[in-house]
């Protein structure tokens, strides 16, 4: 399975970004991670196949993940962004399973 990520950019502070990721195939449980050149990649939201759903605490509240099962494509609704917020991001199986994809750029200008 491959799995395309967008949507990234450049946005201010409190800002709205939506990301799209793409599978070449039906998966089971996803997530989103999101690495930047200080800090390993972390797991920010997951989503089951059912639609049960995780954050890490530092996005708990402003980013929303959600899945289409019928088109094998997830999203993360990320809101009130902050400058810490800024990251490359990547979908992947949770745990992650498949090769990473070349991410999507989020920068949060404070």
């Known amino acids: 399975v491959q799995l395309q990520a967008s949507g990234g950019g450049l946005v201010q502070a409190g800002g709205s970004l939506r990301l799209s990721c793409v599978a070449s195939?039906?998966?089971?449980?996803m997530g989103w991670y999101r690495q930047t050149p200080v800090k390993q990649r972390e797991l920010v939201a997951s989503?089951?196949?059912?639609?049960?759903?995780n954050y890490a605490n530092s996005v708990r509240g402003r980013f929303t993940i959600s899945r289409d099962n019928a088109k094998n494509t997830m999203y993360l609704q990320m809101n009130t962004l902050k400058p810490e917020d800024t990251a490359v991001y990547y979908c992947?199986?949770?745990?992650?399973?498949?090769?990473w994809g070349q991410g999507t750029r989020v920068t949060v200008s404070s």
């Open positions: 992947n199986t949770k745990p992650p399973k498949y090769a």
């Open positions: 195939g039906s998966i089971g449980a």
């Open positions: 989503i089951s196949i059912t639609g049960v759903t």
